[in-house]
């Protein structure tokens, strides 16, 4: 098992900037590529960014890309999502989740069921 706590949510106006942490625990951390979701009222839950195990590799869905950054520090078990520019269109629930490294057919995945372990999710309001 591995567990995932989000932080770093909360109001900001458009234009500003939050950065999302999520510390895991539980299994290796390095086992795993990480991804960011979000999900607002009433829609899907969409896929973010994802990291891949050694930090080395990353995809963006196309709305986030040049405003959005992902990153990790396997030495602290955290992965951390840098949220610029932000725009009201940006307000959701953002998760974390764990991918299994060793499902080598996963990566590059933007499937929601792709991903093994998620967090609780943190809130990101962004006013206008």
């Known amino acids: 098992q591995v567990q995932l706590v989000e932080s770093g949510g909360g109001l900001v106006q458009a234009g500003g900037s939050l950065r999302l942490s999520c510390a895991a625990s539980?299994?290796?951390?390095?086992?795993?590529?990480m991804g960011w979701f979000r999900q607002a009222p009433g829609k899907e839950r969409e896929f973010v960014a994802a990291?891949?195990?050694?930090?080395?590799?990353?995809y963006y869905t196309d709305s986030v890309k040049g405003r959005f950054t992902i990153s990790r520090v396997n030495a602290k078990n955290t992965v951390y999502l840098q949220m610029n520019s932000l725009k009201p269109e940006d307000t959701a629930v953002y998760y974390c989740?764990?991918?299994?490294?060793?499902?080598?057919?996963?990566?590059?995945?933007?499937?929601?069921?792709?991903?093994?372990?998620w967090g609780q999710g943190t809130q990101v309001t962004v006013s206008s």
């Open positions: 989740a764990a991918l299994d490294r060793t499902k080598t057919t996963s990566w590059g995945t933007k499937a929601p069921n792709e991903f093994d372990y």
């Open positions: 539980g299994r290796t951390f390095s086992n795993y590529h």
């Open positions: 990291i891949s195990w050694g930090g080395h590799n990353t």
